[in-house]
């Protein structure tokens, strides 16, 4: 099993950022995809998940800014992040899940700095 990440990078305030997760070795369709994040000295937490159809979860602080959304297709999972704060900066990863089956990307880093 593989998440790849990727499009994370430097952004000023105010900008946007789009991740990308590419799964490989699961029945995409049937796992719950989402994203975490874990900035330094802090645990990692939840960002948003989205299950197998379209049933979103957010994180109350990215509410409004973020949007996850999945190509089972494509075997995709991406999170737009929209009027990016300092305080989204962090290394986000992605998850996927079902039952007590749990797999993790190594993560992508975003920094919102000017």
């Known amino acids: 099993v593989q998440l790849v990440e990727s499009g994370g990078g430097l952004v000023q305030p105010g900008g946007s950022l789009r991740l990308s997760c590419a799964a490989s070795g699961i029945i995409f369709s049937t796992y719950t995809m989402g994203w975490y994040r874990q900035a330094p000295g802090k645990e990692r937490e939840l960002v948003a998940t989205?299950?197998?159809?379209?049933?979103?979860n957010y994180a109350e602080s990215v509410k409004g800014r973020f949007t996850i959304s999945r190509d089972n297709a494509k075997n995709t999972v991406y999170l737009q992040m929209n009027s990016l704060k300092p305080e989204d900066t962090a290394v986000y990863y992605c998850?996927?899940?079902?039952?007590?089956?749990?797999?993790w990307g190594q993560g992508t880093q975003v920094t919102v700095s000017s």
């Open positions: 989205m299950l197998g159809g379209s049933l979103a």
């Open positions: 998850n996927a899940k079902r039952s007590v089956i749990d797999y």
